[in-house]
C-alpha cells in the first residue's frame, strides 16, 4: 500500500531526498517547488518502503490504508496531483549544497546569522554540515525559535516538531548565540562584519500590511500578528492585547493565518489546554464571548488564499458550524468548479444569508464572506471599534484582525527598497542600489528574501541558495577577513547587553518551561515576558 502526504506537510522535502525511487513531487529542483500547497507521493510509483515516513520531521507522511476521519481526503489528493501533473520520476540534479574546497587561504571561517527562527536554523544547519565554520546566532528576544515559537498556531503541535531537527545545530561545539541582542540597537551591521566573514540576515518580514482605511487604528483593530504573538506567548506582545467581550469577530483576509485566528477564536480552549499556548491566552479564551468569526474576502471562492490542508482541517472543528453566505457570483463559481479547485473545496457546505448587522445566533460558526471590499472601520464616536463598513453595509463587531498579508521592514547598516518593502538582493546576495553590484560578505534567507511567502520547509531549499551563493564567493575570494575576532566579539555584546543570553541560558529557559509544561500535562509552558525568560536563564 502507498504512503500519502497529509495536512501538517512542512514543504522542507526531507522525504524527497530519501525516496529511492523519486516518487515524490514537486522537487526542490522543479520549477513549482514552493509554490504548491504540500508535496505529494505518487501512488503508482511508490514501493511502499517508508524512508518518507521516517525522515519526515513533523510526522506528516502515512501508510494511505491507515489515514482516517478527516485525513482520508490526502490520499485522492496526493493520486489526483499526479494526475494532473504528469511525472516520470527522472533524478534530476541535488538540491543540496556543496562543501567548501579544502585549499581556501581564509583560515576558520566565521558567519554571523541575524534570526533564529527556521531559516536561520536552516542556513546554520547547512553551513555546520558542509563547512568548518564557527557560527554566531544573533537574536533581538531572549529566546530562539523565530516563527517556530511565536507564529505556528499551538494546536499544530504536530507542526513545532520541526524545531527536533534543528536540536543538533544548538548543540553543535562550533555555534555560539547572542540573545536579547539587537543588530541597530545593541550592535551595528558594520560592528558585525568587522568580526565575521559573512553576515545572512534571517529576519523575517515583521511588519503587517495595512488596510490604509478610516478607523483602522481604533482599540479593537488588530494586525494578525498580534494576535498570533499574543496567543503564542511573544514577549513583545501585551497579554491584554486581545480583547474577547464581543461575540463578533471580523478577519479581513482568507489567507492561512486568517484561518488560523478563526481557528483559534473558536476552537474549544480544552483542547487548546494540552498545547503550549500562551497562559494568557488560555485563559482569556476560556472567558470568552466570541461565537462567531467571519473571514472577509475581496475575491470570490476561486482566488481564496488558504492552502488546501489548512481549509480543509477547518471543515472539522468540533463544535464549530462553516457556512458560507449566500450571493449569486458565489453560487455561479461553486456551481462552475473545476474538480479540485478551491471552489470545489466549499461544495456541500450550506449557504445561508446571514444577518452580520445583528448579534450572531446561538452555536460557535465561521462564516466565509466572499466579494466584499471594506471602505471603513465603523466605531469613530464609540472610541472602539463597532463593526466593518462595506458600502452602504456594517458589519457589526468588536473585534477586527487583518491579515492580508506581511511586509519587510528596514534592516539597520542595509540598504531598503520602501516601494518594494524589501532589501535589495541577488539570489540572496544583498546589492548596492547605487551600483547595482553585491555587497560583499552581506546575504538574506527567508521571507527577508524571498518575501512572506513559503511555510516553514520551503526556508530550506530557499537557505541552500544562499550557502551556495556564499561558498562561490568564498572560493572566489570575495570575501574579506575579519579584523576582530570572536572573542573579541562576544566581549563587545557583554560590554553593550550585560543580559545577553548565550547557550547556556538558552537551555536553562527551555529546561524552566518543559519542566512547567510536565506539571500540568503540556508540551512545555512558554514564558511570556522578558523578566520572566532573563529570571529563568539565570536559574
Known sequence: MAYAITQTCCNDASCVS??????????????????????????????????????????AVFPVDRLAGPDTVFGDLNRDYFREHPNDHAWGEPAFPRSLPNDLALGPLRIAIVG???????????????????????????????????????????????????????????????????VGRDVTHAELAAHHHAVVYAVGAAADRRLGLPGEDLPGSLPATTVVGWYNADPTVPADAVDLSAERAVVIGNGNVAVDVARILL??????????????ALAALRGSRVREVVLLARRGPEQAAWTRPEFLAL???????????????????????????????????????????????????????????????????????????AGPETIAAGLVVRSIGYRGVPVPGL??????????????????PATGRPLPGTYLVGWAKRGPSGGIGA????????????????????????????????????????????????????????ALGEAAGRPRVKLATVPDLLAAARR
Open 18 to 59: 530519501v525516496c529511492p525511487v523519486n516518487c515524490i513531487h514537486p522537487t526542490p529542483e522543479e520549477p513549482d517547488f514552493g509554490s504548491t500547497d504540500m508535496l505529494y507521493i505518487d501512488p503508482a510509483a511508490c514501493i511502499d518502503c517508508g524512508a518518507c515516513a521516517d525522515a519526515c520531521p513533523v510526522d
Open 116 to 182: 533564529t527562527g527556521p531559516s536561520a536554523s536552516y542556513t546554520a544547519q547547512s553551513l555546520l554540515r558542509t563547512t568548518g565554520a564557527e557560527i554566531t546566532m544573533i537574536d533581538r528576544l531572549p529566546v530562539a525559535g523565530g516563527l517556530l515559537r511565536h507564529g505556528v498556531a499551538p494546536d499544530h503541535q504536530a507542526t513545532k516538531r520541526i524545531a527536533e531537527s534543528f536540536s543538533s545545530v544548538f548543540h553543535h561545539p562550533r555555534l555560539t548565540v547572542h540573545l536579547n541582542v539587537e
Open 267 to 280: 476552537l474549544d480552549p480544552e483542547r487548546l489546554a494540552a498545547t503550549d499556548i500562551a497562559d494568557h
Open 315 to 389: 471543515q472539522h472543528l468540533p463544535g464549530v458550524e462553516l457556512v458560507v453566505e449566500d450571493h449569486p457570483e458565489v453560487r455561479a463559481a461553486l456551481a462552475s468548479a473545476a474538480p479540485g479547485s478551491k471552489a470545489a473545496l466549499l461544495a456541500g457546505l450550506p449557504l445561508e444569508t446571514v444577518d452580520l448587522a445583528g448579534p450572531p445566533r446561538p452555536g460557535r460558526r465561521i462564516v466565509l464572506r466572499f466579494l466584499t471590499t471594506p471602505t471603513g472601520l465603523a466605531g469613530q464616536e464609540q472610541g472602539r471599534v463597532t463593526g466593518v463598513e
Open 415 to 432: 540598504p531598503f527598497d520602501e516601494a518594494a518593502a524589501a532589501v535589495p538582493h541577488r539570489g540572496g546576495r544583498v546589492l548596492d
Open 459 to 514: 526556508n530550506r531549499a530557499c537557505a541552500h541558495e544562499t550557502v551556495d551563493a556564499f561558498m562561490d564567493d568564498a572560493a572566489a575570494g570575495l570575501l574579506a577577513a575579519p579584523t576582530g575576532s570572536g572573542k573579541e566579539f562576544a566581549r563587545l555584546v557583554r560590554g553593550r547587553r550585560p543580559d545577553a543570553v548565550g547557550l547556556k541560558e538558552l537551555r536553562a529557559i527551555d529546561r524552566t518551561e518543559r
